[in-house]
């Protein structure tokens, strides 16, 4: 599957932790765009898309949350609970996020601009794209 765990480097001292997050050293594209999500209700699931073409990296800054990916062959499952760790999502990836912890707070980093064309929204649809051409 088109994804990676990476291990974010965390400096650590008496005062606490802090992880940089750097274009090209440990983020593998450039940073057009930062969004993140909190607040999420309980019992949420969000997400149900793929993406075209984006590639992002996504980190739980705090608290916790699960991720369904898919890429047509297989399904994993994911537990997010980690803030040096990033979880390096490539295009044609369907993702669902559920089990939101009251305190998480999911930030992402995104390759390009928010572009609602670059979405896959339809799971049948995202099925039939990632399905080699000899079985169509
Ligand atoms: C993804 C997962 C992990 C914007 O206006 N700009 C933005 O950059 C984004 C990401 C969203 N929006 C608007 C579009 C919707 O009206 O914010 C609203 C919520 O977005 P959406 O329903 O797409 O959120 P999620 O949590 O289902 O998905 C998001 C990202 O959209 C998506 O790219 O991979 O988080």
Redesign the pocket.
Known sequence: MNIKLLPLQKHGDDRGSLIALEEGRNVPFTVR?V?Y?FETKEGVR????A?KN?K?L?IAVRGSCRFLLDDGNEQIELFLDNPAQGLL?EAMVW?E?YDFSEDCV?M?L?DSL?DESD?VRDKAEFLAMTKPANQL
């Open positions: 765009r969004y999500m969000r997400g149900f898309h993406h984006l992002q996504v999502l993702r996020m999911l992402v995104a928010y979405y």
